[in-house]
């Protein structure tokens, strides 16, 4: 069950990553040509 949670856990952890660069992507109105800042 440890293997089990590792996975949960890594797949909670990268579903924050993609909402945090999301949410940055939004702020920053999705603009690559502006740059965006991580």
Known sequence: MR???RVATV???TAALI???AAE????GI???G????
Not at 25 to 28: G, H, I, K, S
Not at 35 to 38: I, V
């Open 19 to 21: 909402a945090a660069f």
């Open 35 to 38: 740059g965006l800042t991580l």
């Open 25 to 28: 992507a939004a702020a920053v």
């Open 11 to 13: 797949l909670t952890s």
């Open 31 to 33: 603009d690559l040509g």
């Open 3 to 5: 293997a089990v949670r």
